[in-house]
Structure formats: C-alpha cells, structure tokens
C-alpha cells in the first residue's frame, strides 16, 4: 500500500493478508533494504502503545528512526501539521507514522501532490485506528482461527471510539456478528447499522469476544465528567468478576487500553487468563511491521524478505 490510513480502505484479502505477514514477522521473518530508509513518528496527541509499538517496528525492519518531541517542536510557533510533513520529507524521512485530534486529517496530505512519504494512520480523533484493528484481528484470529460466525461484543463509550468505527466495520466484512453494550447514550444510529445493543449480564452469557472500550474522559464535556461515577458505571456495564464467572469458557476478553481500572474491566481481570490485553499489545509490534513493509514493498525498497 502507498498509505494504510482506514480500514474502510482494506477488502477482507486485505486484512487476511496483513495478519498472515504479522504472524510471519512473528514468528521471525526479516527483512532487508535495498537503502537506508528512514522514518519518524508525529504524534500530535498522546500515546504510549501505537507510537513506541511504531518505533518497535521500525527498528526491527532495520529502519533509521528520527525522533520527533511536539512538545518542543516548531508546532509551538504555529507550524501547521502539513509542513510539518513536509520538512521530515524534505529532510530525507521516508515513512511517517501519524496521530492527530483531528478526524481524517490524512485526507489534505494524501491529496497534496507535494507530498510523497508513506503514511500509516496512528489514530485520527474519533475516526479510525487502522493499526489497532489489525492487531485486534490478529489476536482474534489467532485465538480462534476464523471470524465467520464470531460473536464479537463492543462495550463502552462507542462515539468517541476511533476503534469501535474501525473494527465493527472490518468485523461485519469478515463475517462475524457485532453487537454492542455499555451506556445506551452512546448507542446510536451509527452503530445499530451493525448490530444490536444487548445488556453486559446477557453479552457475557453469549459472546465469544468481550471488547471493552475506555471511558475517553478527554473527549468528553466537562459536565458529563462531572457527573460520571466509575463505581457506578462499573457496576452498571462493566466487566465484574461475577459477570466473567459467567462467560463461555472459550471466549476471551480484549481491550485496546489504556484501561480504567476497575471500571470498564475489573483490576484483577486485566490481566486474567482470558485476557488478551497484553497479547494485544504484544502483536501490535507485527502488526505494525507489517503495515511498514506494505509501504516499503509499494516503494520498492526491499531487497530481500527471508
Ligand atoms: N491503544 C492505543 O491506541 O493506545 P495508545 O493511545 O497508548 O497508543
């Protein structure tokens, strides 16, 4: 691919193909470049995992990866983000990886003739999260080793979820049945197209795969803040021990963290043994790699992949 920006870009091949090369990347592919190729990572709004899994990505397909600090950039004195690009391109700077509030910021970029670095989408707003999905469905495939059919649950605070958008979609392509839980505000029209909204008590009982989102505090208006109790809102829609007592014994839970602790998940389940939490993580690095080598391949800079 020239840029992976959306999952509304990939056909199902297309996913399936990025899960077959992260497994590959996971169990020790390598690969060489023709040249040095170098990458950075803008992150205009904060991360731990998408911008250090990059980064780990980048370094283990042997790529030269220039640091970027926001915080002490040229942002501060009113740079746009578009020049921004444009100076690592000008620099010598091959690949990007970006995250940014705004929702398809990748859009001017990609239309902009001036601009030729690849691009992965690190999360734009409430939009999409393409690397995030594929590592979801890498851990859903191999968990089960098929989506048709799959019960897959999504609970939580759906509207401002950039990988709730993302993945009720590619899940729905790949065959499996989305439903949906958590506060009924957050259920809207948008996401009944995919599928319905059923109570936790019942999702735990039916679910192959419990999804919880975080409660994204940040994006949401200060008066609801001000209102909102964890306990209640764990009691109410999140995952219990009593509630996780009751799920079928193959099924797992996923979340794309950071979690809430003892709100959307229990403290003690986060990392219990149906938790893929940090299998989630874990493969977002092959994911990634694999992402980079789509538009390393696209750019013609592999010499050899063994
Ligand atoms: N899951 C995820 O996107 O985490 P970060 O915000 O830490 O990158």
């Known amino acids: 691919f020239e840029n992976v920006v959306s999952m509304e870009d990939l056909s199902a091949e297309d996913v399936l193909s990025f899960i077959h090369e992260a497994q590959d990347f996971k169990a020790g592919k390598q690969i060489a470049l023709k040249r040095p190729v170098y990458a950075a990572n803008l992150f205009f709004e904060s991360s731990t995992r998408t911008h250090t899994s990059f980064e780990m990505a980048e370094r283990k397909l042997g790529l030269q990866v220039v640091n970027f600090d926001p915080s002490n950039s040229s942002l501060s004195k009113g740079e746009s983000m578009s020049d921004t690009v444009k100076t690592f391109q000008a620099i010598g700077v091959d690949l990007v990886a970006i995250r940014d509030k705004q929702n398809e910021y990748y859009k001017d970029l990609i239309a902009d003739p001036n601009v030729h670095v690849g691009i992965a989408n690190g999360g734009d707003g409430s939009g ?17 080793g098929h989506f048709e059919g799959l019960k897959v649950a999504i609970v939580g605070d759906l509207t401002h979820s950039r990988v709730a958008r993302s993945n009720m979609k590619v899940l729905t392509m790949l065959g499996a049945h989305v439903y949906f839980g958590g506060p009924k505000k957050w259920y809207t029209e948008e996401f009944a197209k995919y599928g319905e909204w059923m109570p936790i008590d019942d999702l735990v009982e039916e679910m192959d795969v419990m999804m919880f989102l975080r409660v994204q505090h940040e994006r949401i208006a200060d008066d609801e803040n001000g209102s909102f109790s964890a306990e209640k809102y764990h009691a109410q829609y999140g995952l219990t021990a009593e509630r996780e007592s009751r799920m079928p014994q193959r099924s797992i839970i996923m979340h794309p963290a950071p979690v809430n602790r003892g709100v959307e998940i229990a403290d003690e389940l986060v990392e219990c043994d149906k938790s893929r939490i940090f299998e989630q993580m874990h493969n977002g690095v092959f994911v990634r790699m694999a992402i980079m080598t789509s538009m390393l391949r696209n750019r013609d800079l592999i010499k050899e992949e063994y």
Do not use: A, K, V
Request: a negative charge; proline letters at 6%; zero cysteines.
């Open 128 to 144: 999409q999260h393409p690397s995030q999905s594929l590592l979801d469905m890498m851990t859903i495939y191999e968990e089960f």
